[in-house]
Nanobody, 123 residues
């Protein structure tokens, strides 16, 4: 079992930056692929980014490629999402996710989820 707790959300103006954090706990949490999804009001949850357990592999949704960067610190059991050049359409609840599958597998769904953190980008 893996527990995930997100932090770092908030209100930011368009063009600004935010960094989300996700602290994982539980058995061998550092061996999981981890990533981020988001869900805007009235829309389905969508994949944002994923990182392999070693940190050597990453995968991004086209909508955030070049603006967002995912990283992890296994010594702290924490994964980060650095979000730059934010747009109003990035407004959503952002969820941390963990899976035993690959970064591409996580893009299809996950076994473990955090509670979410709100990101609001004003125009």
């Amino acid at each position: 079992q893996v527990q995930l707790v997100e932090s770092g959300g908030g209100l930011v103006q368009a063009g600004g930056s935010l960094r989300l954090s996700c602290k994982a706990s539980g058995r061998t949490s550092s061996s999981y692929t981890m990533g981020w999804f988001r869900q805007a009001p009235g829309k389905d949850r969508e994949f944002v980014a994923a990182i392999s357990w070693s940190g050597g592999g990453t995968y991004y949704a086209d909508s955030v490629k070049g603006r967002f960067a995912i990283s992890r610190d296994n010594s702290e059991n924490t994964v980060y999402l650095q979000m730059n050049s934010l747009k109003p359409e990035d407004t959503a609840v952002y969820y941390c996710a963990a899976t035993r599958r690959s970064v591409y597998g996580l893009a299809s769904g996950s076994e473990y989820w955090g509670q979410g953190t709100q990101v609001t980008v004003s125009s």
